[in-house]
C-alpha cells in the first residue's frame, strides 16, 4: 500500500465525517427539528456542506487522485478502488468548476426552498413557494453551466440521477408503455370497481407504526442498522450500511398508506444496508443510480407488496394490530390495495396509473428547461396535463402542483426515476422467476426472505460499481424495454379485474 493511497484513505474518511454531520442535520430538520429553530440549522447546515464541497474540490484532493490515476499506482488497485479513484476524479474535475461562493448560495437557496415548500403546501398556496423555485430552477441551471458545459441542460440533469440516461432513451420507453396501457387502463375503470368502504375506518396511529415495523422487518429491514422516523414526505437516509434511516407518515383514516411507504422505503433501505461494507464512505456505497434504487423500492411495494400471497401469510397478524381490518377479509383488502383509479397524489396512486403521474412530472420538467415556461404559469400546466392523463382538476396546489417535495432541492431529473424503476422491475420479475420459480408459491410459503436474498445478491451488494445498463446486463442479459412491464400489468389486473 503506497503513502499516497494511505493518505487518500485517510482524507475519505474526513470527507465522511462531514456527510455524517451534514446527513444529521437533514434528518433532524426534517423529523424534529421545531419550527423556530430553522434558521440556526439552516445556516449550519450550509456551513457545514460548504465545507463539505470544498474538501471535495481541494487542489489537495485532485493531486492525490491524479497520483493514484498513473500506471503504477491504479495497477496496484483492486477493482473497486480502481473504480472509485476513477470516479471520484471524473467528479471532482467537474465540481471544481462551481465556484465555492455559488455552491454556498446554491445550498441556502435550495435549504429556503424546502421550507417555503412545506409552508405552501399546507397554505394550499403555490404563490408562497414560487419566488423560491425560480431561484432553484436558475440555480440549477448555473450548475449544470458549470459541471457540463455545452450539454443540454435536461440531459445533464437526467444522467445525473440515471448515468448513461437521456431524454430520447426515455421518450422511446415511456411511449412503448403508454401506447399500451392506456387503452388497458381505460378498460379496467369501465369494470366493476371493488368497495372501498370496507375499509373505512379509524387507524390509530401508534398501532400504524407497529403493522409497519412488523412489515419492515417481514421484507428484511434490519433494526439493529436501522431505524425510522416521521416526516412530512416519506424518505430513506443513509449513513453507511450499518445506518440507514426511514420515515413515514401516517392517516389515520387510511392505512394502506403508510404500509406501502414502508414497504417502499423499506426496499430503498435493504438496498443500502446491503452494499458491501467495504463501499462505506465511498462513492462505491449507496447506489447512486436512482432508477435502479427506485427498482428495489417499487420491487418490493408493488412486485411483492401488491401480489395477495405476500399478504397469505401474514394478514391475520396484520388485522391483530389493526382490529379495524378484521371487517375486511383478504380478497377485499387485496382488490383494494390494487384498486386502480384516477388520483390526485401521485404516492397514494395504484401501481397504473403511478405510471402517467411520472409521465406528467417528466414532461413539466421538459417544459421547465426547454420550453422555459415561466414559473408562474406552471400550475395551469399542470392542472392540465393531470385533466388530460388522469381526467382530474386538483381543487387546489397541494393537492397539485406542491404535492412532492423534489423540485424545493433541485431534484431535476428524478422523477422519471420511478417509473424506470418499474419498468426494470419487469425485467428483474422474470429474471427471478427463471431462477426463483414461482414468485406467488415463494411469497405464499412466507419465505420472502428468500427474494431479499436473492436481490442482495444480484444488485445490492454492488453499490454504485456497476451503472444501470451493467445491472440490466448482468441480472437479465438484455436492454431496458417495458414489455415486460405491460406483461405484467396485463396478467394482474385482467385477473383482478376479470377482463376479457
Not at 3 to 15: G, N, P, R, V
Not at 70 to 84: G, H, K, R, S, V
Not at 146 to 160: F, H, I, N, R, S
Not at 375 to 384: K, Q, S
Request: proline share 4%; net charge negative.
Amino acid at each position: 500500500m503506497s503513502e499516497t493511497f494511505k493518505k487518500f484513505q485517510e482524507y475519505l474518511k474526513k470527507m465522511d465525517y462531514y456527510n455524517h454531520i451534514g446527513s444529521l442535520m437533514y434528518w433532524d430538520m426534517r423529523t424534529q427539528m421545531p419550527k423556530e429553530g430553522f434558521e440556526a440549522c439552516s445556516d449550519a447546515l450550509t456551513y457545514f456542506s460548504t465545507e463539505q464541497f470544498k474538501l471535495a474540490t481541494a487542489p489537495e484532493l485532485k493531486e492525490m487522485l491524479t497520483a493514484l490515476r498513473t500506471p503504477e499506482e491504479f495497477e496496484a488497485l483492486d477493482a473497486d478502488w480502481q473504480f472509485i479513484v476513477k470516479r471520484m476524479l471524473r467528479d471532482i474535475e467537474k465540481d471544481e468548476r462551481i465556484p465555492q461562493d455559488f455552491y454556498t448560495r446554491m445550498v441556502q437557496i435550495q435549504t429556503e426552498s424546502e421550507a417555503a415548500w412545506e409552508e405552501a403546501k399546507n397554505a394550499k398556496d403555490f404563490s408562497i413557494f414560487a419566488p423560491h423555485l425560480a431561484k432553484v430552477i436558475e440555480v440549477t441551471k448555473q450548475r449544470v453551466a458549470y459541471t457540463d458545459p455545452g450539454k443540454e441542460v435536461y440531459d445533464a440533469l437526467l444522467d445525473q440521477y440515471e448515468e448513461g440516461m437521456d431524454s430520447e432513451t426515455i421518450d422511446r420507453i415511456f411511449e412503448e408503455l403508454k401506447s399500451e396501457l392506456i387503452p388497458l387502463t381505460r378498460q379496467i375503470l369501465a369494470a366493476e370497481q371493488p368497495d372501498e368502504q370496507k375499509l373505512a375506518g379509524f387507524y390509530d396511529k401508534d398501532q400504524q407504526k407497529k403493522v409497519q415495523d412488523y412489515l419492515l422487518k417481514y421484507i428484511g429491514f434490519d433494526f439493529a442498522k436501522g431505524c425510522v422516523g416521521e416526516s412530512e414526505h416519506p424518505f430513506t437516509l443513509n449513513f453507511s450500511s450499518k445506518d440507514v434511516r426511514v420515515t413515514n407518515h401516517y392517516y389515520e383514516d387510511a392505512p394502506i398508506s403508510s404500509m406501502f411507504s414502508a414497504i417502499h422505503e423499506g426496499g430503498h433501505a435493504i438496498f443500502e444496508q446491503n452494499v458491501n461494507p467495504k463501499y462505506d464512505g465511498t462513492v462505491a456505497g449507496s447506489c447512486g443510480y436512482m432508477g435502479i434504487h427506485e427498482s428495489q423500492s417499487r420491487f418490493y411495494e408493488n412486485i411483492l407488496g401488491r401480489n395477495k400471497n405476500f399478504w397469505k401469510p401474514i394478514y391475520e397478524d396484520v388485522q391483530n394490530l389493526l382490529p379495524e381490518l378484521k371487517k375486511a377479509e383478504l380478497d377485499d383488502f387485496y382488490r383494494e390495495i390494487n384498486h386502480v383509479r384516477n388520483s390526485f397524489i401521485r404516492t397514494e396512486a395504484d401501481e397504473v396509473t403511478y405510471c402517467f403521474h411520472i409521465i406528467l412530472r417528466y414532461e413539466m420538467e421538459k417544459a421547465i428547461f426547454r420550453d422555459q415556461v415561466p414559473v408562474e404559469e406552471l400550475p395551469a400546466l399542470w392542472n392540465e396535463k393531470m385533466k388530460a392523463y388522469l381526467d382530474l382538476v386538483p381543487a387546489d396546489d397541494s393537492e397539485g402542483i406542491l404535492q412532492d417535495m423534489h423540485w424545493s432541492d433541485g431534484s431535476f431529473g428524478y422523477f422519471p426515476s420511478y417509473l424506470l424503476g418499474s419498468i426494470y422491475d419487469g425485467l428483474f420479475l422474470e429474471a427471478a422467476e427463471e431462477e426463483l420459480g414461482s414468485i406467488d408459491e415463494i411469497l405464499a410459503k412466507g419465505e420472502i426472505k428468500k427474494i431479499t436474498k436473492w436481490l442482495n445478491e444480484k444488485i445490492h451488494q454492488y453499490g454504485s460499481t456497476r451503472l444501470p445498463k451493467e445491472v440490466l446486463e448482468a441480472v437479465c442479459s438484455r436492454e431496458v424495454s417495458a414489455k415486460p412491464l405491460m406483461n405484467y400489468f396485463k396478467k394482474k389486473y385482467t385477473e383482478v379485474y376479470s377482463l376479457r
